[in-house]
């Protein structure tokens, strides 16, 4: 009851409701169950209406946004716009990260604390210092990491701002930007890379 209340009240899902009109977008009867399990979400974030592309073929590509709980020093809202790509056969054999070019410093802890590496690719040095990409396997990564896959990651990082972080699965992708300032819109550029993102990654060269 208390989630219908505030779904009637809160002004980012009526712009929402605007944004998945205007892009074409249906409501998914069972995205919440979805995003919530696959994405272990806490108990304490609030997760808007989820919507999905009504003909995706063997894919269900899901879009939606949801807010985490503010910092407990600066009280700052941190809002995710994210798109999730579900499909039926398997995407890739790794699970892999990709996200606009960290300091190497940072980006070797964040491989470290997740037991990866940080994956260069040999000959694309403009891919390699524009996209971060962590991964446990790295050598059954890298054979992935084709022209056209760079080309679609190296996009998807660096015509937003803020940028998404991309995490690829078994059989999902998944883009994600935070931002205390979320600009609802975006989710058509997330929709269209992560889409973009599973043909490069199934051989489609773009």
């Given at each position: 009851?208390?989630?219908?209340?505030?779904?009637?009240r809160d002004?980012l899902e009526?712009?929402?409701k605007?944004?998945?009109?205007?892009?074409?977008l249906?409501?998914?009867?069972?995205?919440?169950a979805v995003v919530t399990?696959m994405?272990d979400l806490p108990?304490?974030?609030?997760?808007?209406?989820?919507?999905?592309?009504?003909?995706a073929?063997d894919?269900?590509?899901y879009?939606?946004?949801?807010r985490?709980?503010p910092?407990s020093?600066?009280?700052?809202q941190?809002?995710?716009i994210?798109?999730?790509?579900?499909?039926?056969?398997?995407i890739?054999?790794v699970s892999?990260?990709a996200?606009?070019k960290?300091?190497?410093?940072?980006a070797s802890l964040?491989?470290?604390?997740?037991g990866?590496?940080?994956i260069?690719?040999e000959?694309?040095?403009?891919?390699n210092?524009r996209?971060?990409v962590?991964?446990?396997e790295?050598?059954?990564?890298?054979?992935?990491?084709?022209?056209?896959?760079?080309?679609?990651?190296?996009?998807?990082?660096?015509?937003?701002d803020?940028?998404?972080a991309?995490?690829?699965?078994e059989?999902?992708?998944?883009?994600a930007a935070?931002?205390?300032?979320?600009?609802?819109?975006?989710v058509e550029f997330?929709l269209?890379?992560v889409?973009?993102?599973?043909?490069?990654l199934?051989?489609d060269?773009?």
């Amino acid at each position: 009851m208390f989630l219908r209340w505030w779904r009637r009240r809160d002004p980012l899902e009526r712009a929402w409701k605007n944004v998945t009109s205007r892009l074409g977008l249906v409501a998914a009867e069972d995205g919440t169950a979805v995003v919530t399990e696959m994405l272990d979400l806490p108990g304490d974030v609030v997760l808007g209406a989820v919507h999905r592309l009504d003909r995706a073929g063997d894919l269900q590509a899901y879009a939606f946004w949801y807010r985490r709980s503010p910092h407990s020093r600066s009280r700052e809202q941190v809002v995710v716009i994210a798109c999730l790509l579900v499909a039926a056969s398997p995407i890739s054999p790794v699970s892999w990260r990709a996200s606009r070019k960290l300091h190497n410093v940072i980006a070797s802890l964040q491989a470290s604390a997740t037991g990866g590496e940080v994956i260069a690719v040999e000959g694309a040095e403009e891919f390699n210092q524009r996209v971060t990409v962590v991964a446990r396997e790295g050598e059954r990564l890298r054979g992935l990491l084709t022209p056209a896959v760079r080309r679609v990651l190296e996009r998807a990082v660096t015509r937003l701002d803020p940028p998404p972080a991309i995490t690829v699965g078994e059989s999902s992708i998944l883009l994600a930007a935070t931002s205390a300032e979320p600009a609802l819109d975006t989710v058509e550029f997330l929709l269209s890379d992560v889409l973009s993102l599973y043909a490069a990654l199934n051989g489609d060269p773009g």
